[in-house]
């Protein structure tokens, strides 16, 4: 705050002498944070002039003494250390691999059409669940091979793609490949991810009928599976309608694929109508729901009484009170197992609702003996919680209690209850866990312990997390490290790096066996605390266990030496692995590689990577890329992607590196033309490239490239960062309708988030050398259009551009604007008001307003001394005495 009320008077003190000249081109800024003080400190690293040197050469080097960092105390490494884990490698009395084996072979949509088609026929023949191998010495005939590719490739009396010559040497290759492959690894018919996309995109194309006719032809019968993912995308084609009339074409289209189901005489279970009904409730269809309650009945006899749930929740929709009633006392004849499982569904609509004075009737009508055995028995309590009945949830505990339920079930239906209390607190929830646990004398059991260790990471209680995890390893003798894995998680993205040790200490104190995957983490944790000390003994722990591969925990080491720019300890890291015996993987080097100070070194750990006969991977490839880049290299780069032994199902991960690599570095016109040819040839840019691209182009002008890009961003969060910088640089370049409608976008998707975005937009008005307060005031009345509350930070900056331009009359509209936030006028505040107005001239009510600053600060003496130096003419500069000495004071 101070820096900046201070770089504002300078600033208007350095206009004073010379006018202000537009600048050509305004490098864009990106606030790091939202608070005023530390985005005008926030600024990006320069880098170094690189000369482009031959593609051949490899002789460019770069000067590392500013990449290279000094090894600090709480990153040294004790001699005892290294040497108690050099003998623990050395007494390892089980040889293992340096590195896991290769991932099974994984078909690509970017692989040829015929490759694309015998993965199709090997997902789609066989049944479901049922693993097979090809045996090792099975022979395949080209004949068959040719025979399989043309009848697929008829399928619905229309090629997809012209069938290849089989005398293409390129293809004989790969069918020798497929065959080598299919000879070691076994594939799992199974429904995946892969396979409901493939679904669904054969749907869009196709329509539901004419999938069900194509993946009949392929030679496998529609299942259940099938059904549910068509009718699913039915579903949601359904809710994206924005009227009623689209969206029943698509329930109807559902009803024929639900009909075609009973007709096979496939079961509809509630997965699937389940969600159909909860839309159908949701949008108030009454004839359609009472359709398709009658179908589902008359399909599956069983669900009746799962429906009665549904039909609840309608009656509640709709406020048809009389049938309510009518509903809930008609469970006073029931006596069969049948009619309580009605009862049961009555009490879940009820307590979904918040009916809590229909509930409580409910359960006084029924016999708590038969509800204690309820197969909802765990969504019944979770109601109970919500609703805060205690009574009837001890009543419920008493009945099984007394029936003999194990201690394990009790103990996961009372956290079920205490979990859902409205507004519980985490250390209230504990208390009452174990107070109900006394009171039934039950033991809590590791099911019960385990959720209450997520529930306390998801509420940022790590200490009371490792607590109970304490108390659970004293009172059960087997509990396993995955207890634990919730709170290694929680640390690292809570930034709870401090807990790590005496978490590492509780694990050890209770002789939990950890796994690879745990070491690593922890090994991590640790290295972002800068304890390289306490790594390296968790190294030498896994080491003595003597039942893991250690070569990812080293791998974690280095990693962390590389962030701190330590490359001293990295290659002490590599001399390590070589005492232990540990060969380096794809991962080492990689890691290498990125961060190689020289094309020499690039060169010399590609050959040692060969080798060593490890395999070529997505990661090295990108880490050529990227170092080439960085030493200035680009014509390297671009020949990383000319290796012919690149599979093409990773080419374009490898471009979208190339785009990002150059964007970053500089380049980016060349990073565009490549982007360019990567959607010529179909392909799409990964979310880091098309963000360092958004990021990194600033010339003028390019306003539909950057919502191209912008589309490219599918997941949210990447979506949310590339959009905050396109606001970004369509307030440098004065795009004010762009600016606004894209933040119309980000407060859809994200209202919190957005007023981050929003104090960076008013930072970035401020910090620009020629400050468009027109454009900011456009956006000031646009954020509150859209209803979002103006917070400080933005009128601060506001406030502060109205100083670099002498505008008093908009600095008095942004001062109306801190009342009308609900926000005081504070110091700054107003030493910003004062500013404002002895720039523009205003002496009198600047006079006015500074006998109600109070002068207690050196600080505030010395800004007030500082602007009247500066706007006031010489012969109203106060005293060199006066000046001189709050200035001292305020050093």
């Known amino acids: 705050m101070w820096k900046r009320l201070l770089e504002t008077t300078k600033q208007a003190a350095s206009l004073v002498s010379k006018p202000v000249v537009p600048a050509a081109a305004p490098k864009p800024a990106i606030p790091a944070a939202a608070n005023p003080a530390t985005s005008a400190a926030s600024s990006s690293a320069s880098k170094g002039d690189t000369a482009v040197a031959d593609p051949k050469l490899c002789t460019l080097k770069r000067r590392s003494s500013s990449r290279r960092a000094a090894v600090t105390p709480a990153t040294a490494v004790s001699q005892a250390s290294l040497l108690r884990l050099k003998?623990?490698?050395?007494?390892?009395?089980?040889?293992?691999?340096?590195?896991?084996?290769?991932?099974?072979?994984?078909?690509?949509?970017d692989d040829p059409p015929e490759v694309l088609t015998k993965a199709l026929m090997s997902v789609l023949d066989g049944p479901d669940d049922v693993e097979e191998a090809t045996p090792s010495g099975a022979p395949m005939e080209d004949s068959k091979d040719d025979e399989e590719i043309a009848t697929s490739n008829r399928i619905l009396d229309f090629e997809w793609f012209q069938s290849p010559s089989s005398r293409d040497p390129l293809m004989y290759w790969r069918r020798?490949?497929?065959?080598?492959?299919?000879?070691?690894?076994?594939?799992?018919?199974?429904?995946?991810?892969?396979?409901?996309?493939?679904?669904?995109?054969?749907?869009?194309?196709?329509?539901?009928?004419?999938?069900?006719?194509?993946?009949?032809?392929?030679?496998?019968?529609?299942?259940?599976?099938?059904?549910?993912?068509?009718?699913?995308?039915?579903?949601?084609?359904?809710?994206?309608c924005t009227d009623i009339d689209s969206a029943i074409e698509?329930?109807?289209?559902?009803?024929?694929?639900?009909?075609?189901?009973?007709?096979?005489?496939?079961?509809?279970?509630?997965?699937?109508?389940?969600?159909?009904?909860?839309?159908l409730v949701d949008v108030g269809l009454l004839e359609e729901f009472e359709?398709?309650?009658?179908?589902?009945?008359?399909?599956?006899p069983d669900c009746f009484t799962r429906i009665a749930y549904y039909e609840m929740l309608l009656c509640i929709r709709i406020q048809d009170e009389e049938k309510i009633q009518e509903l809930c006392h008609s469970v006073e004849d029931y006596n069969e197992e049948a009619h309580y499982d009605i009862a049961e569904s009555y009490m879940l609509a009820f307590a979904e609702s918040g009916r809590k004075e229909d509930l409580i009737t409910l359960l006084d009508l029924l016999d708590l003996m038969k509800?204690?055995?309820?197969?909802?028995?765990s969504n019944i309590f979770k109601s109970l919680g919500k609703l805060e009945l205690e009574n009837y949830a001890e009543k419920l505990l008493q009945e099984m209690r007394s029936k003999g339920c194990a201690d394990g079930n009790i103990s996961s239906l009372i956290l079920d209850y205490v979990a859902?209390?409205?507004?519980?607190?985490?250390?209230?929830?504990?208390?009452?866990?174990?107070?109900?646990?006394?009171?039934?004398?039950?033991?809590?059991?590791?099911?019960?312990?385990?959720?209450?260790?997520?529930?306390?990471?998801?509420?940022?209680?790590?200490?009371?997390?490792?607590?109970?995890?304490?108390?659970?390893?004293?009172?059960?003798?087997?509990?396993?490290?995955?207890?634990?894995?919730?709170?290694?998680?929680?640390?690292?993205?809570?930034?709870?790096?401090?807990?790590?040790?005496?978490?590492?200490?509780?694990?050890?104190?209770?002789?939990?066996?950890?796994?690879?995957?745990?070491?690593?983490?922890?090994?991590?944790?640790?290295?972002?605390?800068?304890d390289f000390e306490g790594a390296y003994n968790i190294l030498t722990d896994a080491e003595e266990s003597g039942e893991i591969s250690t070569v990812s925990l080293y791998n974690a080491i280095m990693l962390g030496y590389y962030r701190e720019k330590n490359h001293n300890g990295a290659q002490m890291v590599m001399s390590q692995m070589q005492i232990a015996g540990v060969k380096p993987d794809s991962e080492t080097f990689s890691y290498l590689i990125v961060n190689c100070e020289s094309e020499e070194d690039i060169s010399k750990y590609h050959d040692q990577l060969r080798q060593d006969g490890i395999q070529m991977t997505r990661q090295i490839y990108m880490a050529h890329i990227n170092a080439y880049a960085r030493l200035g290299n680009f014509d390297m780069a671009k020949q990383v992607l000319l290796d012919k032994e690149i599979p093409r199902k990773l080419l374009n991960d490898i471009k979208s590196t190339l785009v990002g690599a150059l964007a970053s570095n500089g380049q980016v016109l060349d990073a565009l033309h490549m982007y360019d040819d990567i959607k010529q040839s179909g392909g799409s840019l990964e979310p880091r490239a098309a963000i360092a691209l958004i990021e990194h182009s600033r010339t003028e002008g390019e306003l539909d490239r950057m919502h191209q890009l912008l589309d490219e961003l599918n997941d949210s969060s990447s979506w949310f960062e590339g959009c905050g910088r396109v606001i970004l640089?369509?307030?440098?370049?004065?795009?004010?309708?762009?600016?606004?409608?894209?933040?119309?976008?980000?407060?859809?998707?994200?209202?919190?988030?957005?007023?981050?975005?929003?104090?960076?937009?008013?930072?970035?008005?401020?910090?620009?050398?020629?400050?468009?307060?027109?454009?900011?005031?456009?956006?000031?009345?646009?954020?509150?259009?859209?209803?979002?509350?103006?917070?400080?930070?933005?009128?601060?900056?506001?406030?502060?551009?109205?100083?670099?331009?002498?505008?008093?009359?908009?600095?008095?509209?942004?001062w109306s604007e801190y009342e009308s936030a609900g926000l005081s006028h504070n110091v700054l505040t107003s030493l910003r008001m004062y500013q404002a107005l002895l720039s523009?001239?205003?002496?009198?009510?600047?006079?006015?307003?500074?006998?109600?600053?109070?002068?207690?600060?050196?600080?505030?003496?010395?800004?007030?001394?500082?602007?009247?130096?500066?706007?006031?003419?010489e012969d109203l500069k106060p005293p060199a005495t006066i000046r001189f000495g709050s200035k001292n004071r305020a050093s």
């Open 291 to 300: 359709m398709f309650t009658a179908f589902f009945k008359d399909a599956n």
């Open 176 to 240: 020798e490949v497929a065959r080598e492959k299919k000879k070691h690894y076994i594939f799992k018919n199974v429904e995946s991810r892969r396979y409901t996309k493939l679904m669904q995109l054969c749907a869009n194309k196709l329509g539901t009928e004419s999938t069900i006719e194509f993946f009949g032809k392929l030679g496998r019968e529609t299942g259940v599976k099938e059904f549910n993912s068509l009718i699913r995308l039915c579903l949601n084609k359904a809710r994206a």
């Open 87 to 109: 003998q623990a490698a050395a007494s390892k009395k089980t040889t293992l691999p340096s590195s896991l084996p290769q991932a099974a072979y994984a078909i690509d949509e």
């Open 371 to 377: 509800v204690s055995g309820s197969k909802y028995i």
């Open 729 to 814: 640089y369509c307030v440098q370049h004065n795009y004010p309708d762009a600016a606004i409608d894209l933040l119309k976008q980000l407060k859809e998707k994200d209202e919190m988030s957005t007023y981050m975005v929003v104090d960076q937009v008013f930072g970035q008005i401020w910090e620009m050398d020629v400050t468009n307060l027109d454009l900011g005031m456009v956006l000031l009345h646009t954020v509150k259009e859209l209803g979002l509350n103006v917070s400080r930070t933005s009128l601060d900056f506001l406030l502060s551009a109205c100083v670099k331009l002498k505008d008093s009359q908009r600095a008095q509209q942004i």
């Open 250 to 279: 698509y329930i109807f289209r559902a009803h024929r694929l639900l009909e075609t189901m009973r007709d096979k005489g496939l079961r509809i279970e509630q997965d699937i109508y389940g969600p159909f009904l909860l839309y």
């Open 420 to 530: 859902n209390i409205p507004n519980i607190m985490v250390e209230d929830m504990l208390v009452s866990f174990h107070k109900l646990h006394e009171k039934f004398e039950v033991a809590p059991s590791i099911a019960a312990h385990d959720k209450i260790i997520s529930i306390c990471c998801n509420s940022s209680k790590i200490g009371l997390a490792l607590d109970v995890a304490d108390h659970m390893c004293k009172s059960n003798s087997n509990v396993s490290i995955e207890s634990f894995h919730p709170i290694i998680h929680a640390c690292e993205q809570r930034g709870e790096l401090h807990m790590a040790r005496p978490m590492y200490d509780l694990i050890r104190q209770h002789n939990l066996k950890l796994k690879s995957e745990t070491f690593r983490s922890m090994i991590s944790l640790f290295v972002k605390m800068k």
């Open 840 to 873: 523009s001239g205003r002496r009198k009510a600047a006079k006015k307003l500074l006998k109600t600053i109070s002068k207690e600060d050196d600080h505030v003496r010395y800004i007030i001394d500082a602007s009247r130096m500066t706007y006031y003419s």
